[in-house]
């Protein structure tokens, strides 16, 4: 009996059929092209879809996917947005509803609309048009029972950062999508031990800017999920079709300072009272309550929403542990704070 062949890339033997179907589909994606619109780095074409793949990919690396319903979720959203801003221009971003709706062309890929609304008319463009009328969309059954197994996975994203992107990208890409799988590994262990200053688990080879990659992106992942995407100090809240949150992680005592990633030497701020905070013009009290700082009523200020918010008590986190750390918060009152 001869040897059976296995594929040059993957390994995966050349006999599983849907494999290599599917395989042959990733490679042929349909895509616009045109040189004066995009750049050498996704070879002259739109990189959407298979951008999208790849973050779909890593969500299914993560066990946030675990069945053949993929919806347009902020995590699908987030990682869709970092891969676009690893080869495009800050303007030439996309919309996330664009590839997830014109994937259905790529013959593997179907929509499912949520019931009586099947005409989806003027909405197939956008994720906020996209989310009215879709409950999500699907691959083929015997696709999606493919893709959860790893070395499928990752035979599919070596074949999608190949065929699609300049060689010189090639390495960034795929490390990306390492990075992406240790934020939510060391986000988790951060959710799940609030109090703690957990160390990131060493990666052989793993350079100083991928832990820092990985501690910046896990400590912000991990406090804007404690806190539900709210504004602790506002109570702000707004998540757009996209994925994109209105809320970032801020350090109560600093990093520079306190070396501490821990859930509870941080607390989640929208970009105004993140700066109001760094700034020292707010605080927290013991009680967790919002102070405002006698600077802002200074002559010529207009402090519009901070007074109102004085005294207030502050959005917490639903779990108990997950709560600021009430010697950081005094540290925060003693260095940063502006009583006057
Ligand atoms: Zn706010």
Redesign the pocket.
Known sequence: MPEPKTHKITGISLSNEPFEKYFRMFGILRQSKDRSQWPAETLYAAPYKPLLLLSILDLLEQGIIKTNLIELCQELGELFTLYCSKVLAPEKIGNIGMPFYHLTGDGFWQLIPKPGLENLSSEKNSASGLKKVLIGAKFDDELFNLLVIKEVRDAFRRLLIQKYFLESIQQKLLELSQVNKAVFEYSENLLKKPSQNLNIKEVAGSSVDYVKQVRDQAFRKAVVKAYEHR??????KVITAEGHT??AAAHIVPWSISKNDSVTNGIA??????W?FDEGVTGISTHYTVLASEQLTLSGNAPG?FLMMRDRPIFKPDINERLPDIEALNWHRKNVFKRL
């Open positions: 504004c602790a100090i506002c109570g702000l209105a809320v701020l929208c970009h105004l009272c993140h109001a929403v």
